[in-house]
């Protein structure tokens, strides 16, 4: 097994496995490629993963605004780039990363062989308010005064209680190897200023994808709601849905066997 990480191409990516079909993952707000690599080595050897870094994300460009339209269309320049005009990519994508991959799914369905949607909708999530809680407790943090991550945590902990979630978010803050300064990986202003456009739909402009979608919910996450069956399936007729037991917004995180079982089985099938 290889794992190789680059910046050819629109967005930043790391590679994992040489051979099998392509499985291209994109992650959620405020996370990285990286979070799927133990998604990506539970694959192996069938299937080469590759993990992009979503647009004002990890190592991934910073652009001056967030909207899904330019996001997916940096996706699918992506896409294109692994060869996917003469061989179709499977497409996975969670939260706003799923937001992304559908968006690209109708844009350009030719590039797709199938689509794998995690805990998300294609319509808008009314409250934002978790994520807004979130971006503002970052920007509190005092950068110019943080010596260590250790120090980062706990000015993090006055407002984010959960260890594991400090850590999640405290994976976007890197040092300079220069001058030692640290600075947020995420394009933290934009985000912030966005998060609407974020929460918002998936724009479809009348379009529909005719692949295979497997759409993929925790039993314990608000995300997904009954009334939100209607459109998915307006816009992607073959959607099959599936939810995961004892699992929250953060499927793959939280059951990653049966997450990784699930999406096997939908890859394989004939």
């Not at 529909?208 to 816009?235: C, H, K, N, Q, T």
Request: hydrophobic share 40%; with cysteine; glycine share 10%.
């Amino acid at each position: 097994m290889t794992s190789a990480t680059t910046s050819a191409g629109p967005l930043a990516q790391t590679v994992i496995g040489e051979d099998g079909p392509v499985v291209v993952f994109c992650h959620g707000l405020l996370g990285r490629g990286r979070n799927f690599t133990g998604i990506a080595k539970a694959l192996q050897p069938d299937f080469r993963c590759v993990l992009l870094d979503m647009p004002d994300h990890g190592r991934s460009p910073w652009t001056e605004a967030f909207d899904y339209a330019g996001a997916a269309d940096l996706v699918v320049q992506q896409l294109r780039a692994l060869g996917a005009e003469g061989t179709p990519v499977n497409l996975v994508g969670h939260s706003m990363g799923g937001k992304i991959a559908m968006t690209a799914a109708l844009q350009a369905p030719e590039l797709l062989d199938r689509l794998v949607v995690v805990d998300i909708s294609p319509t808008g999530s009314a409250d934002g308010s978790n994520f807004q809680h979130l971006l503002d407790s970052l920007e509190r943090i005092d950068l110019g005064s943080i010596t260590s991550h250790g120090q980062a945590d706990t000015e993090l902990s006055a407002d984010v209680d959960s260890r594991t979630l400090r850590g999640f978010l405290l994976q976007n803050l890197r040092r300079d190897g220069d001058t030692g300064e640290f600075a947020w990986q995420p394009n933290l202003d934009v985000l912030r200023r966005d998060l609407t456009a974020v929460m918002g739909d998936v724009p479809h402009e009348g379009r529909s994808f005719g692949g295979r979608v497997l759409w993929i919910a925790g039993a314990d996450s608000p995300y997904v709601g009954e009334a939100d069956g209607e459109v998915m399936r307006r816009l992607f007729p073959r959607t099959v849905q599936v939810t995961i037991k004892d699992a929250g917004h953060w499927v793959h995180s939280e059951q990653p066997q049966a997450f990784t079982a699930t999406l096997r089985q939908f890859l394989r099938a004939r």
